[in-house]
């Protein structure tokens, strides 16, 4: 599985941005795709995933606390693509995002996009 992410970009707070990831490859096995993102100096953390493909029945979207309510997540199954819409970005938003997706029942595989860049500034 490949993924090509784009949409990053610089904005100031309280601005919008809208990323976007297709997935190509074995998609047929993918049965969840999100977005992570790492900051410099920290850890990769999840911002939010959603599960669906294969014979994963499309689910309800997961968020890290600290996007929930600001950020939205959306899947276009057939079209193997995945969208983070980021509303009242923060300076604490900014990181490099990581678009995933996910294939395998009993061990899950990570297939991990380029990054793309989101910085706002303050």
């Known amino acids: 599985v490949q993924l090509q992410a784009s949409g990053g970009g610089l904005v100031q707070a309280g601005g919008s941005l809208r990323l976007s990831c297709v997935a190509s490859?074995?998609?047929?096995?993918?049965?969840?795709m999100g977005w992570y993102r790492q900051a410099p100096g920290k850890q990769r953390e999840l911002v939010a995933d959603?599960?669906?493909?294969?014979?994963?029945?499309?689910?309800?979207?997961h968020y890290a606390s600290s996007v929930e309510g600001r950020f939205t997540i959306s899947r276009d199954i057939a079209k193997n693509t995945v969208y983070l819409e980021m509303k009242a970005l923060k300076p604490e938003d900014s990181a490099v995002y990581y678009c995933?997706?996910?294939?395998?029942?009993?061990?899950?595989?990570?297939?991990w996009g380029q990054g793309t860049l989101v910085t706002v500034s303050s």
């Open positions: 995933n997706a996910k294939s395998g029942l009993v061990a899950s595989i990570d297939y």
């Open positions: 490859g074995s998609t047929l096995a993918i049965n969840n």
């Open positions: 959603m599960p669906g493909g294969g014979i994963i029945s499309e689910g309800s979207p």
